[in-house]
């Protein structure tokens, strides 16, 4: 899959839940986890026994000014919000990064405001951050990954993607690729 994402959450203040999210963020392929104005100790990590952060690059934001991301990166807010997209219907951007708001609460204002995107979980109620977190990852990865569509009836195998097909390289400069099989041609059998 093309692209990077990475995962975190305004104001965090319970290290379960911290754990069991940078765990499963750590599962799903996370390129980095964070955390923005979190009211915990990252050095306590309960529940991650992957130990995600001694794998994956995590940042610890002390203000929503304060957070950068890469460039080109999207911020994608994940908030029960009336503006934002239902989850099954949103495309995910290559480069984003999920936050999610803390535990009893929403995003900050301030937070909202700096993000690209905003989805929701199409939920009756707010969810255990660290389960939105994972149905956010498991979104992304069925949506940009490369799998089989699923079969047509319950108990029926999946038909297996074909090889990729690749063609030609397409040289951007006139004259390289000829240069090439020249130079190519020129060698010796036991060269190549």
């Given at each position: ?29 996370a390129h980095f ?44 807010g994940v908030e ?24 009893r609460g929403s ?86």
């Open positions: 899959m093309r692209g990077y994402f990475g995962i975190g959450v305004e104001g965090l203040s319970k290290p379960m839940n911290a754990g069991n999210l940078f765990r499963s963020a750590h599962a799903f392929g986890s964070f955390t923005v104005a979190a009211a915990f100790d990252p050095d306590v990590l309960k529940a991650d026994t992957s130990a995600a952060n001694a794998q994956v690059p995590f940042y610890a934001f002390d203000s929503v000014e304060s957070m950068r991301l890469p460039s080109g990166c999207a911020l994608v029960l919000h009336d503006e934002a997209d239902d989850l099954p219907s949103f495309r995910h951007p290559r480069q984003a990064a999920y936050v999610l708001g803390m535990e995003l900050s204002p301030d937070l909202v405001e700096c993000c690209d995107h905003l989805v929701k979980i199409p939920t009756k109620f707010s969810l255990n951050v660290a389960t939105a977190g994972a149905i956010v990852m498991y979104d992304r990865i069925i949506s940009l990954g490369r799998f089989a569509e699923r079969p047509v009836s319950p108990g029926q195998k999946a038909e297996p993607l074909p090889e990729p097909v690749f063609g030609e390289p397409v040289w951007k400069k006139k004259g390289i690729r000829r240069r090439r099989l020249e130079r190519a041609e020129l060698r010796e059998p036991n060269d190549r």
